[in-house]
């Protein structure tokens, strides 16, 4: 969606590195690390799981798709990450599938413009001020924008709207430090800036689908993703 991102896969002796409107294929089966990403990146990461196999799937990549594929994908992609009930996810995940299968790469297509320097701002402090209090009137004040003009920029370059971009940092923050002790789980989520376990419990719900607890033990147990290793903590290498 914007800025640039690389990942390593080690036992291919490989780094791939893509930018704004571009996608990186990293296929099942090798192992793959975060290498670094510029301060502004912000993509989509979809998993397939028990999916019929398609060829340009199969080996590593960086493909570029069409204007329409893209705008299909990540409206698809963004369906998903709100964790819609299940009969409008299976609808997504079947026009996903068919949208991947009409894939072909589009070298000379043109790529999303840069972020507008007050999304850039506005995503910052949703990072980076996560024990404030933030509202869509202050964040826009903060940013430099009216209220309208703000959502419609962010949303339309960063995928979902303002307050769902803070929310979804405060939880990659509390995943980051929580330890999986459930003793320590009001505390992470404090540190977090949730200002109540009730506020906590709902807004994880609504990014994650499920019990905070329930979800730290399936990325714990998933043997795929490293809890602590998040975009906002990656660097150099």
């Not at 992470?188 to 689908?209: E, I, M, N, P």
Request: hydrophobic share 40%.
């Amino acid at each position: 969606m914007s800025g640039r991102i690389a990942y390593r896969l080690p036992d291919l002796d490989l780094e791939l590195e893509a930018e704004a409107g571009q996608l990186m294929v990293l296929p099942a089966g090798h192992r793959h690390e975060l290498a670094r990403t510029s301060e502004e990146v912000t993509l989509w990461v979809i998993e397939l799981n028990n999916f019929e196999p398609l060829p340009w799937l199969e080996k590593p990549a960086v493909l570029t798709p069409s204007v329409a594929f893209r705008k299909e994908m990540v409206a698809g992609a963004r369906r998903l990450w709100l964790r819609p009930p299940l009969p409008e996810c299976e609808e997504v995940q079947g026009k996903l599938a068919e949208l991947l299968a009409t894939f072909e790469d589009s070298p000379d297509a043109p790529r999303p413009a840069p972020l507008h320097p007050a999304v850039l701002r506005a995503k910052h402090i949703c990072e980076n001020h996560l024990s404030d209090e933030l509202d869509a009137a202050t964040l826009a004040r903060e940013s430099g924008l009216s209220s309208s003009r703000l959502a419609h920029l962010f949303t339309a370059q960063v995928g979902v709207s303002p307050l769902q971009y803070r929310n979804f940092s405060q939880v990659q923050h509390f995943i980051r430090n929580y330890s999986g002790d459930e003793r320590s789980l009001l505390r992470s989520a404090l540190a977090a800036g949730f200002g109540s376990y009730a506020q906590f419990h709902r807004v994880f719900w609504q990014v994650c689908g499920e019990r905070p607890t329930s979800h730290f033990k399936w990325l714990k147990g998933s043997g795929q993703v490293d809890v602590h290793r998040t975009l906002l903590t990656a660097s150099a290498p």
